[in-house]
């Protein structure tokens, strides 16, 4: 669980999820990144199951392959779900936070959110706690 600390998202996945992100455009991208305590660890893409500039949502059998099968055989003790370091997705043109639909289908409260903007270049990458329908800053760290 990350819980509300920052997010350590090395610099070798931050270039994944935004490669991944730019790939998707003109449509929002998205997927999960896998660690335990804060420690993004590895880089799982998703399909978007309502490809919209506007919109994400991580197909549901995508996202039933990255949990039980990729994150349950990485920590086979665990609950995949308490290995979710992060959710991330794009935004096509608006700013890096949180959309009201992006706060309604947050569906796990401990991940961080981490949302990549295309609304400037260079991409920018902010990550946010969403809980009981609030939306938190979270820092964003790229080593220890």
């Known amino acids: 669980m990350v819980g509300d600390g920052p997010l350590i998202l090395p610099r070798a996945l931050q270039e994944q999820v935004v490669a991944h992100a730019r790939a998707g455009l003109p449509n929002e991208a998205c997927g999960i990144l896998a660690g335990r305590d804060g420690h993004a660890e590895h880089f799982f893409p998703a399909v978007n ?26 920590y086979p003790d665990d609950d995949p779900e308490d290995c979710i370091a992060a959710i991330y997705h794009s935004h096509v043109s608006s700013p890096a936070f949180p959309s009201r639909s992006d706060v309604d289908i947050a569906m796990w409260p401990d991940p961080a959110y981490l949302i990549v903007s295309f609304g400037s270049e260079p991409p920018e990458l902010k990550a946010f706690g969403i809980r009981d329908g609030k939306i938190t800053r979270r820092e964003l760290r790229s080593d220890l």
């Open 49 to 74: 199951g309502e490809p919209s500039p506007f919109f994400y949502n991580i197909d549901a059998a995508d996202l039933h392959r990255i949990l039980f099968q990729e994150i349950a055989a990485l």
